[in-house]
C-alpha cells in the first residue's frame, strides 16, 4: 500500500531562502527528515502533486528532489516513485555544521486565525478573468484614474453587495481601496477632520484596528460583549464618543452574530447622536447553518461606513477591498486617499470586476463554503470524540471557532501545542486592555491550513487539549 501525501501527517513550511524557493525547499525537506516528520522509506508526492500544494513551479520541486537524490537524502527508482532514503544523512556534513543553522523554525501546523486556505484559490479562473480584462481595457485604465477606484469594479461590487449582502448603494458611492486597514485609515482621517475623539470599539478585537485609529488621534473606548453581541445599549451614555467600529454580522473573536434589537439600537443612536458605525463584514459571506446575516449598512445608507474586502473570500494578498460609505462622506474619503496614494492597482480592480461579473466569484464562493463548511464538521467531530470536555462556539458562520478551555489552562494549552509545533492563539490576545478578563479559550482557523496538513493538524489539537 502505498503512502499518500493527504494522510503523510508532514507540512512543509519553506521559510525565506537567499537560494529562492527551491533552496528554501530542500532545506525544508532536510529539516523534516531530521526531525522524523518524514522517516526512513516514506514516499514523497509527486512534484506535480507538490507544487501544486504549495502553490510552486513544477520544475522547482523536481529540481530539489534531483538534488536532494543526489546528495543522499531522497531515494528515485522507476514505478517506486521519490522516497526518504533509508540513511538519510547528509554527505560530508558535520553535526557542528548543522547546528549552525538558525535555531528558529516556523511550526509544523498552525491554526492561527485570520487567513483563508490560500492553496484554493482559483488560479485558473482568475488567470482566464486576467486575459479578459487585459483585453478589453481602455487605454486610459492605465493612467492615475479616479481616486474611488475603476467604475468597472464599482459597478460590479453594487450590484454583488446588493444582491448578496444586502448593501444599498450605487456604484458612485464605493470607493475601492487596499484592505480593511487602508480603508479604516481612510475613515479615521476623515472622522479626525471632522472633530471626532473617540470611536467606541467591541471589548474583544484587533489590537491593529485601535492601532490604525490611535494613531489618528482618536481613542477607543471598548463596548462590552455578551451572547447577544456587542452592547449597543451603552453607546447613549458615552457622551464623547462619536463613531463605533463593529463586525456585527460575525463578532471577531467571539464569532456571535449582533442581536436584531441591538442592531436597531446601534442605529437609533447614530440617527439621534449623529454618530458613524463602521462595519468590519469581514467573512459575512460564509455562513453555514441558515441564510447570511445581511449588513448593517442596509438598515440606514446615511449613518453607517460599510467596509469588506477580498481578503477571506480570495486570498489577502490581492490587496482588494471596498467602502460603502453615506453619500456625504464619498468626496472626503477620496480627498483623504489624496493624489498620490491609490494604493490599488487598477489592473488588478479590472480582474476582479471580470471575476465578479462573470459569475466566478459567485461560484468560488459556494465551492469555498461547502469546503469550510466540511472541515468545520471535521473539527467538531473531532473534538466529539477525542476531546469530549471541550465546547466550541462561534461556528454558525466564518473560518474559525472559539474553543472554550477549563479556568486557568489557556496559556499552558498554547505553550504544549508549541512544544508539539502546532500554532495557537488564545482569546485573551484579543482582549481590549480595558475590558473585563472572560473564560480562557482558543481562537483556531478551521480553514487556512492545506489539505495535506489537515489531518495532522486536527491530531496534534487533540492532542494537547486538557
Known amino acids: ?13 519553506i521559510e525565506p531562502h537567499a537560494g529562492g524557493l527551491r533552496d528554501g525547499l530542500m532545506e525544508a525537506l532536510r529539516e523534516a527528515v531530521r526531525t522524523g516528520r518524514l522517516t526512513p522509506g516514506a514516499r514523497l508526492p ?44 547528509p ?23 485570520g487567513q483563508p486556505d490560500l492553496a484554493s484559490f482559483p488560479r485558473a479562473a482568475w488567470l482566464r478573468a486576467s486575459r479578459r480584462a487585459l483585453t478589453d481595457a481602455p487605454n486610459e485604465a492605465f493612467g492615475y484614474g479616479d481616486p474611488r477606484g475603476r467604475v468597472e ?36 482621517a476623515v472622522l479626525r477632520k471632522r472633530r471626532v475623539r473617540e470611536v467606541a470599539v467591541e471589548s474583544y478585537g484587533l489590537d491593529f484596528h485601535r492601532g490604525v485609529l490611535a494613531d ?38 467571539t464569532g456571535v452574530p449582533l442581536d436584531p434589537d441591538r442592531r436597531a439600537t446601534a442605529v437609533d443612536w447614530a440617527r439621534a447622536t449623529g454618530g458613524l458605525i463602521v462595519e468590519d463584514d469581514y467573512d459575512g459571506e460564509f455562513r453555514y447553518d441558515r441564510q447570511p446575516v445581511g449588513s448593517l449598512q442596509g438598515l440606514d445608507p446615511d449613518r453607517v461606513v460599510y467596509i469588506g474586502t477580498a481578503s477571506k473570500s480570495l486570498a489577502p494578498g490581492l490587496r482588494l477591498g471596498w467602502m460603502v460609505p453615506p453619500a456625504g462622506m464619498v468626496q472626503e474619503l477620496a480627498d483623504a486617499k489624496g493624489f498620490s496614494d491609490w494604493t490599488t492597482g487598477a489592473l488588478e480592480q479590472l480582474v476582479l470586476a471580470e ?10 464562493v459556494r465551492a469555498m463554503r461547502l469546503r469550510y463548511r466540511r472541515r468545520r464538521d471535521q473539527l467538531v467531530a473531532a473534538l466529539a470524540e ?12 466564518g473560518l474559525h471557532a472559539v474553543l472554550e478551555l477549563p479556568e486557568g489552562t489557556e496559556r499552558s494549552v498554547i505553550s504544549a501545542a508549541a512544544f508539539q509545533g502546532l500554532a495557537l492563539e488564545g482569546l485573551s490576545y484579543f482582549r481590549h486592555p480595558d475590558a473585563p478578563r472572560e473564560s480562557d479559550a482558543l481562537v483556531i482557523s478551521y480553514g487556512s491550513p492545506p489539505d495535506s496538513a489537515w489531518k495532522g493538524t486536527l491530531d496534534a489539537l487533540c492532542r494537547v487539549l486538557p
Request: charged residues 20%; hydrophobic residues 40%.
Open 355 to 364: 471575476f465578479i461579473a462573470s459569475g466566478a466569484y459567485d461560484r468560488h
Open 46 to 89: 509527486s512534484s506535480r502533486a507538490l507544487a501544486a500544494d504549495l502553490g510552486v513551479a513544477r520544475n522547482t520541486v523536481a529540481d530539489a528532489y534531483a538534488e536532494l537524490v543526489a546528495e543522499g537524502w531522497l531515494t528515485a527508482r522507476q514505478g517506486s516513485g521519490t522516497r526518504v532514503a533509508r540513511r538519510a544523512e
Open 153 to 188: 469594479l464599482r459597478t460590479a461590487l453594487a450590484e454583488y453587495l446588493g444582491r448578496a449582502r444586502g448593501v444599498y448603494t450605487d456604484p458612485e458611492r464605493v470607493v475601492i481601496c487596499s484592505g480593511f486597514i487602508h480603508g479604516l485609515r481612510l475613515v479615521a
Open 91 to 113: 554527505r560530508g556534513g558535520t553535526p557542528a555544521a548543522r547546528r549552525t543553522l538558525p535555531a528558529r523554525r516556523l511550526p509544523t501546523y498552525s491554526l492561527m486565525p
Open 386 to 397: 477525542r476531546a469530549p470536555g471541550i465546547r466550541v462556539s462561534g461556528i454558525a458562520a
Open 1 to 13: 500500500m502505498t503512502d499518500s501525501w493527504a494522510t503523510f501527517g508532514a507540512d512543509l513550511h
Open 216 to 253: 489618528a488621534g482618536l481613542r477607543t473606548p471598548c463596548l462590552p460583549l455578551d451572547q447577544r453581541g456587542a452592547r449597543t445599549d451603552e453607546l447613549a451614555a458615552r457622551g464623547g464618543v462619536g463613531a463605533v467600529l463593529m463586525t456585527p454580522a460575525h463578532q471577531f473573536p
